[in-house]
């Protein structure tokens, strides 16, 4: 085996053991436990209420979207915290140091990212199951949906938050460059409430970006074809779901080495020692 | 012919309108340890980082294992320790499973002569963190991860291994332990050491030889006794006679000593020699250093 395929190896089984580490760390547990309370208790809350206009339930229209809209959140900020920690902590550099070593840390982020919207699917989903009627419309091929979307969109957005967590200045500033637009996006993609109550001009910026897109393309997966009236052309526009998502995900394929090779060259002992200390004066 | 590891001709590194490093000339040869030694701020990390193939030069020569460490590949890097300082990665990984993961990237680089990596086992002996093997490594103290640090640092068993102030933060038992640490690197593994450090009493104990580093110049280089002889070739000679004390500084000691003992006999007591210690050396080099390069500045004021 050649010397890279062995570290993408390495890497893979690095992704893993930090998966398996972070399953059984009480840290992670716990935001996985406090993100699936605070959804499941919203809709608990409005089990009860139908959506105006249809004979859906709230639970039913406003899961695949909350899913959609944590897949998102996790797939950007996820990413984009490791990095920026990894440039702070010599994680990075350490693995510069060693023979292709920059090519298994990636892989096993990739690998890492990727398995951790598992646990924060299934204390999501498994609940909503047991407490909530009409979760899932169409069986077998809803779940096909379900598998093809979520790839997708982690394709199209993953890269987003390796490339904020390759260029923001510090792991204090993720919340301002990465977390924030993450959540402005969410505000106007139709996550918690359809993108038509906000003006034309918003519309058009949301559709821009890939967030809305993996949220329709959930709620296509999980209700039924009557509830397309509530969407924007009144059906699921799967091939323009497709194209927006992997158009991003070509964009991040391209991009993303670059900017990680570039943040890559910059690793230093005394850029890691710099972020040290930026990191132990919080106040300025 | 002794074979060069290292080799620096003319290496300046600029930042804006500052000469961290003016003109840096040495060489390091297979085996040896050599101690870049020099204040704060005189351009020792930015050397080691150059070498390391860490940071690109403003200009001058470099090879590294017979590379340009700015443009060697991964083979290279294969042959090359570096020594980190760290300070939170990895804080839910093991010593053993950590040194396991990033020892194996080594595999394919085994040789006959040289087997890649070193067992996980031996190297958590040879550092000393068997006890600790298997604790989580945000539990470990500061001076269990420093020598993690140097276990990592060595896992692939490199021909050429960069410390950069190894023993920053080690209490003086750990400091001693790692002093042995790198004697047995040299004596049993021949593996070339280039380390930096500000503490001059570790340079004599590890160093072949040191290389002393000044406003971005190596203004003195040897053994510590070389250094010594070469800057303040003088000894002091104290002794007393009839409650008196003397000092007198003399290029010849032992001769000084033999007249002295010959005049007065039983006459003389107290009778002290001094040589000049790698201390006194290091600050006399550096002081001159330093008021030249005032007063090279203080000209060009002048001159403006």
């Given amino acids: 085996m050649s010397p890279s395929a062995h570290a993408v190896r390495l890497g893979a089984r690095r992704g893993w053991t930090e998966f398996v580490q972070s399953v059984r760390s009480p840290q992670d547990q716990g935001y996985y436990l406090f993100t699936g309370l605070l959804v499941l208790g919203y809709l608990w809350i409005r089990r009860d209420d139908e959506v105006a206009g249809t004979d859906l339930l709230v639970p039913s229209v406003a899961l695949p979207s909350i899913l959609a809209g944590l897949v998102a959140f996790g797939v950007v900020v996820g990413p984009a915290y490791a990095l920026a920690m990894a440039r702070e902590d010599g994680t990075l550099l350490r693995h510069k140091a060693i023979p292709h070593g920059m090519r298994g840390y990636f892989t096993g982020q990739l690998l890492l990212q990727s398995l951790t919207i598992l646990p924060q699917l299934l204390v999501i989903l498994v609940p909503a199951f047991l407490l909530f009627d009409d979760v899932m419309a169409g069986s077998a091929s809803g779940w096909l949906t379900v598998a093809w979307v979520l790839v997708l969109g982690m394709l199209a957005m993953m890269p987003l938050g390796m490339i904020i967590g390759a260029l923001v200045p510090s792991t204090q500033k993720v919340g301002t460059w990465g977390m924030l637009p993450v959540l402005v996006l969410a505000a106007i993609s139709g996550i918690f409430y359809p993108v038509q109550q906000l003006w034309g001009w918003v519309q058009v910026i949301a559709q821009i970006f890939p967030m809305y897109w993996l949220g329709l393309g959930m709620r296509s997966a999980f209700l039924p074809d009557s509830a397309a009236t509530l969407e924007i052309a009144g059906n699921w526009r799967t091939l323009e779901t497709v194209l927006v998502l992997g158009a991003w995900a070509v964009a991040g394929i391209l991009v993303t080495p670059l900017v990680l090779r570039r943040m890559a060259r910059r690793q230093s002992a005394s850029a890691v020692e710099a972020g040290r200390q930026a990191a132990l004066q919080w106040i300025r | ?304």
């Avoid at chain 2, 000469?19 to 085996?31: I, M, N, P, S, T």
């Avoid at chain 2, 006890?131 to 989580?136: F, K, S, T, V, Y």
Wanted: charged content about 25%; some cysteine; hydrophobic content about 45%.
């Fill in chain 2, 1 to 304: 012919m002794t074979n060069t590891v290292v080799a620096v001709r003319g290496l300046r590194m600029r930042y804006g309108a500052r000469d961290v490093l003016a003109e840096v000339d040495f060489e390091v040869c297979q085996g040896e340890v050599v101690c870049l030694l020099g204040p704060n701020g005189a351009g020792k990390t930015t050397t080691i980082e150059i070498l390391e193939g860490f940071r690109i030069r403003t200009a001058g020569d470099v090879e590294v294992l017979g590379e340009d460490p700015a443009h060697a590949g991964e083979d290279w890097r294969a042959r090359v320790g570096v020594v980190l300082q760290s300070w939170r990665d990895h804080p839910r990984w093991t010593p053993r499973s950590l040194l396991a993961q990033l020892g194996a990237y080594y595999a394919p680089y085994a040789t006959a002569v040289v087997p890649r990596p070193i067992a996980v086992a031996e190297l958590l002996d040879m550092v000393g963190l068997a006890e600790a093997a298997d604790q989580r490594i945000v539990t470990l103290s500061g001076g269990q991860r420093r020598r993690l640090d140097v276990a990592v640092g060595i896992v692939g068993r490199p021909e050429l291994l960069f410390l950069d102030e190894p023993t920053a933060g080690f209490d003086p038992h750990a400091r001693r332990e790692f002093h042995d640490l790198v004697h047995h690197l040299s004596d049993l593994e021949h593996t070339t050491i280039l380390l930096t450090t500000h503490d001059l009493d570790e340079a004599e104990k590890l160093a072949d030889r040191i290389l002393i580093l000044a406003e971005g110049r190596i203004v003195a280089a040897g053994s510590a006794e070389q250094l010594a002889r070469r800057v303040a070739g003088t000894a002091e000679v104290r002794w007393s006679r009839a409650g008196e004390t003397f000092v007198h500084a003399t290029d010849d000691a032992t001769a000084f000593v033999r007249g002295l003992l010959l005049d007065h006999g039983d006459e003389v007591a107290d009778l002290e020699v001094r040589r000049p210690s790698l201390e006194d050396t290091y600050i006399a080099l550096v002081h001159r250093q330093e008021r030249a390069a005032g007063e090279a500045g203080a000209f060009m004021e002048a001159a403006r």
